[in-house]
């Protein structure tokens, strides 16, 4: 598989992830508890490990990018 194969299924995790952590996380904060506890604590930190570790990787599949552009040496 390539860098850009992984890439592409990476960030779909990445961006399916970060919905499933988010929208539940700021409707459980701004209401108080609008979804039961027993849901929210079945879903929440699970979606939030897959998206912590999918973000890790979405950095390490771009550290070159992320090298060249952000750590390039000045002459
Ligand atoms: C947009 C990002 C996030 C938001 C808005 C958010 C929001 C929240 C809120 C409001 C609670 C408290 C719920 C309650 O006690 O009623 C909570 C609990 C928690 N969050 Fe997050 N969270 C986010 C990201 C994450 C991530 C990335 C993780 C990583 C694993 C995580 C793991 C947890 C855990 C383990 C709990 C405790 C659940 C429990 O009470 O058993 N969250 N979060």
């Not at 209401?31 to 039961?36: L, M, N």
């Given at each position: 598989m390539t860098r850009l194969q992984a890439l592409k299924i990476v960030n779909i995790i990445l961006a399916l992830s970060f919905f499933m952590v988010s929208i539940p996380g700021v409707i459980q904060f701004v209401?108080?508890?609008?979804?039961?506890y027993s849901t929210f604590r079945s879903i929440h930190p699970i979606a939030g490990t897959i998206f912590t570790l999918a973000g890790f990787t979405h950095v390490a599949l771009n550290y070159k990018w992320i090298k060249v552009n952000y750590f390039k040496k000045k002459k």
């Open positions: 209401t108080q508890g609008a979804i039961p």
